[in-house]
């Protein structure tokens, strides 16, 4: 297992588009996370599944943002109608069911022209 | 509600310096703490965990313990490399069990 996959690495779109991210955890991590970063701070919690359950989801997070998780293994996030405010890095991770600290991924980062 | 407070950065060093990075938390409960790494251009990297009081957690040189009266747990390393410029976050997992709670970050510049 290579650990936690995002693609793409890069996405340039255009203000009003839609686009659609993919996370591919570690396989035995049964919990995966999103998270959102801008340049200068920590993370920003979005979401989080335990396997293909959302259990929560960030009350900052606008109704144009959804994750699903169909199959309790890879995960996708869309954004609807995109802003030049959702330009960020896109984090993905997974964890294993026992306490233990995330893995995290590369990261998708996103530039809304 | 839970909280981490970092010491802010830059921190600027030598090579060889002795690097200590501040972290305080407040939470309820028992926190797993955490420290974790971004170099330029890359993801967050687990760097070191620590699950109770007392316990330290090290890799790579880097070592912190986890401290219950002060609650805190400061990053040390005793002989930084230019390698080790990178972000450091420090980062709590409390009661939620879930969700990691971050500190802002501290800028570590290592020059030769």
């Known amino acids: 297992d290579t650990g936690v996959s995002q693609n793409p690495r890069h996405k340039i779109t255009k203000r009003g588009q839609n686009v659609t991210f993919r996370c591919d955890p570690i396989s035995e991590h049964n919990r995966l996370y999103w998270y959102r970063q801008t340049l200068g701070q920590g993370p920003e919690f979005l979401t989080y599944f335990q396997n293909e359950a959302q259990l929560e989801k960030s009350r900052l997070l606008s109704d144009r943002f959804s994750a699903e998780r169909p199959k309790g293994s890879f995960s996708t996030l869309e954004i609807q109608r995109t802003e030049q405010g959702d330009s960020a890095m896109y984090l993905c991770a997974s964890s294993p069911p026992s306490e233990g600290g995330y893995t995290f991924g590369s990261g998708t980062r996103l530039t809304v022209v | 509600g839970d909280s981490v407070t970092q010491m802010e950065g830059p921190v600027t060093l030598s090579e060889e310096a002795f690097l200590t990075i501040n972290c305080t938390y407040t939470a309820t409960g028992y926190p797993s703490l955490f420290w974790y790494v971004q170099y330029p251009g890359e993801g967050l990297q687990l760097l070191l965990k620590a699950t109770k009081a007392d316990d330290k957690g090290s890799n790579k040189g880097f070592e912190a313990t986890y401290r219950k009266e002060t609650t805190s747990f400061h990053l040390e390393k005793g002989s930084v490399q230019v390698s080790d410029s990178a972000v450091y976050f420090c980062?709590?997992?409390?009661?939620?069990?879930?969700?990691?709670?971050w500190g802002a970050g501290t800028k570590l510049i290592i020059k030769p």
């Open positions: 980062a709590l997992l409390g009661g939620s069990n879930y969700q990691l709670i």
